[in-house]
């Protein structure tokens, strides 16, 4: 008996041994099991994490610097094209998949195998790729007043960017431009808080309507068609002192809630899966060091659940001159509560420091791991783990007809008809399509590079028809015009010219030369030369519409007795034939100014409400006109 019962002895230590390999097998693998509940997961794999693990997560390099030895090395959470940075000039969408799945090789070949999230600039459609559809920015967008459209937009937009293997993209922007003179208020919806709520319906389209019951504050992405979005620039980029990119915006507490955040309770209602947050003060305190209003107010107040992203280079700027005490704007800007750091190219000298930090007690081990549970739980929603390598289904998506076609619908409305006659009783909108001879003038008649702005294949913009793939105003009104109708373009003509040609009425585009972020900021507001001279030569002599293609109001005032029509056209992008339809009456003019229109730049700043309140044209201001059966 004593040694028969050895062996049972032995059986039963091997039994229970492979009872727990077995068993530790099953906890190893829960991360990975898209059955267990997210908590469950995000824990699990959290807990497996090395201090090294953890901070790679925590940062978000440029394509430029990133290669899969790297991503595996570093552990690197995420990479990002800026803008411009491309695999290739005019990249396919198939080279796009090969860069995003090479790099996301390294990531799946770590320990852990957490996969990278690869995120990009798509403010109007897939702007920085070859091809792809080329929306109507923000400001014209705003003057739509049409949440419906806005969610199309952002289902086209998601489809275009899967269409790459790219998964997350930095739009929408939901800032509340109060000042045109900043570089970037064409990226605004308009100057109400309203309307920009509104216009917030672009992310369920971007990340999918949220289906069951999702808590409130928890990121929404539903599935591999579908994109995470990101909400910025939190909060008040739109409210700087003269407009001036990256200053201070200067508002009480009640006016900054009242104003500049509205717009983020909506967005995060839809499931937002992350913030970024913006370069600008508020009262003197850098958004990118403030802990108040990122941790205690969006992530504690509003339970935003996502995770919050530093703008390119952010936590430089936190002192002045950027990155002059780098160790303390690590610490000031992970303290504040910002979960990814968009280093983007010195990665090695961020980790180096945050780990050291951490090592010393300079940050709690608690502030990491918020920020590694929170891109985690972007991560696990959005399917990653189990769909984490792109394939090349998509890529008929980009640029599709559809698109192209939804994008035309989004130029027609936006645009706003200011001016139609000298006289009411004489309107000159809709042109006849067929007369003996028209003229097109102005620097913006055909040129696709001005036609849609910066952030279009390059971060300032272009100029030119060699950028991308679209249709120039010019070209439209050939096209739409009837066949015995004689087009005359000449970009900048002389009086003599216009005199001399007996020409049945003109269309004149001018306006203001690409540009984004600091460099558009101006405090003089002009129309690009030679517009102004252009308009004066046409419209002193001949019926003239003029076109204005501009990323905000501009000074009009002085041309506006010679013009007979007048149409802000915005930016509207590669869909030039949206401008011919509603100017030649296909379909009517519906689109109200969703900014105030001044008189003179001495008003600024001015915005609907204020007590001395002025203007050329007010917000909400739009002429409307009828279809016209041809």
């Given at each position: ?34 059955k ?28 430029a ?16 094209s800026?803008?411009?940075s ?116 672009i ?16 990121p ?13 620039h ?77 703008d ?33 190219y ?24 918020d ?90 913009g ?32 002389d ?77 509207p ?17 519906s689109?109200k ?38």
């Amino acid at each position: 008996m004593g040694r028969s019962s050895i062996p049972i002895v032995g059986i039963t230590i091997l039994l229970l041994c492979c009872c727990l390999v077995s068993f530790s097998e099953a906890e190893y693998l829960k991360y990975k099991d898209p059955k267990q509940p997210l908590n469950a997961r995000i824990k699990d794999l959290l807990k497996r994490m090395t201090l090294e693990e953890k901070i790679g997560q925590m940062v978000q390099i440029e394509r430029a610097v990133a290669t899969p030895d790297v991503m595996k090395k570093y552990f690197i959470g995420s990479v990002l094209s800026g803008g411009g940075s491309v695999p290739a000039p005019k990249a396919s969408p198939e080279a796009w998949v090969q860069l995003v799945n090479q790099l996301q090789s390294g990531s799946l070949s770590t320990r852990l195998g957490i996969p990278m999230i690869y995120g990009i600039d798509a403010v109007h459609g897939h702007n920085n790729v070859y091809k792809a559809t080329i929306f109507p920015h923000n400001v014209g967008l705003g003057a739509t007043r049409d949440p419906l459209l806005l969610k199309k937009i952002g289902d086209a937009t998601a489809l275009e960017v899967r269409a790459t293997g790219i998964q997350y993209v930095f739009a929408p922007c939901i800032a509340v431009c109060r000042d045109p003179r900043w570089g970037r208020c064409y990226e605004s919806y308009s100057e109400d808080p309203q309307v920009v709520r509104t216009m917030t319906e672009i992310i369920p389209g971007l990340q999918g309507d949220i289906v069951g019951n999702n808590l409130k504050g928890v990121p929404f992405v539903a599935g591999k068609n579908k994109v995470a979005a990101c909400a910025k620039h939190y909060v008040g980029d739109g409210g700087t002192t003269k407009g001036i990119n990256e200053n201070n915006t200067v508002i009480s507490y009640n006016g900054l809630l009242s104003i500049h955040m509205p717009a983020y309770l909506d967005a995060i209602a839809k499931g937002v899966s992350t913030v970024m947050v913006s370069y600008s003060s508020w009262n003197g305190k850098k958004m990118h060091a403030n802990h108040f209003l990122v941790s205690d107010y969006l992530k504690n107040k509003l339970k935003f659940r996502g995770f919050v992203i530093s703008d390119w280079m952010g936590i430089d700027r936190i002192t002045s001159p950027p990155g002059a005490n780098y160790s303390y704007s690590v610490q000031a800007g992970v303290s504040a509560g910002i979960d990814m750091i968009m280093v983007p190219y010195n990665f090695t000298i961020f980790i180096d420091d945050l780990t050291y930090q951490v090592k010393n007690k300079i940050i709690p081990m608690s502030r990491i791991d918020d920020a590694v549970s929170r891109i985690l739980r972007v991560k696990f929603i959005m399917g990653l783990f189990e769909n984490p390598l792109a394939d090349q289904s998509l890529v008929n998506q980009l640029g599709s007809k559809e698109h192209r076609e939804l994008a035309r619908e989004a130029v027609r409305k936006s645009l706003v008809l200011l001016k139609n006659g000298k006289s009411a009783k004489k309107p000159l909108l809709p042109l006849p399509k067929k007369t003996a001879k028209i003229l097109v003038a102005g620097s913006h008649a055909d040129n696709l590079g001005y036609q849609c702005g910066g952030w279009t294949i390059q971060w300032q913009g272009l100029s030119g028809n060699d950028l991308t793939v679209g249709t120039t105003i010019l070209n439209a009104v050939k096209q739409t015009v009837d066949p015995a109708t004689q087009v005359v373009f000449n970009e900048n003509p002389d009086s003599n010219f216009v005199k001399s040609n007996k020409f049945s009425y003109a269309i004149v585009v001018v306006g203001e030369h690409p540009y984004a972020e600091t460099f558009g900021d101006s405090l003089n507001l002009t129309i690009a030369e030679p517009g102004p001279s252009t308009i004066t030569n046409v419209c002193s002599y001949i019926r003239c519409v003029v076109v204005l293609v501009t990323g905000r109001p501009v000074v009009i005032q002085p041309y506006l007795s010679k013009i007979d029509a007048l149409v802000a056209a915005w930016l509207p992008g590669t869909e030039g034939l949206g401008v011919a339809d509603t100017l030649f009456g296909d379909y009517g003019f519906s689109g109200k100014l969703a900014r105030t229109w001044f008189k003179s730049v001495d008003q600024l700043p001015m915005n609907v409400g204020d007590k001395h309140y002025d203007p050329l044209y007010p917000f909400g201001y739009g002429l409307t006109t009828n279809a016209t059966k041809y």
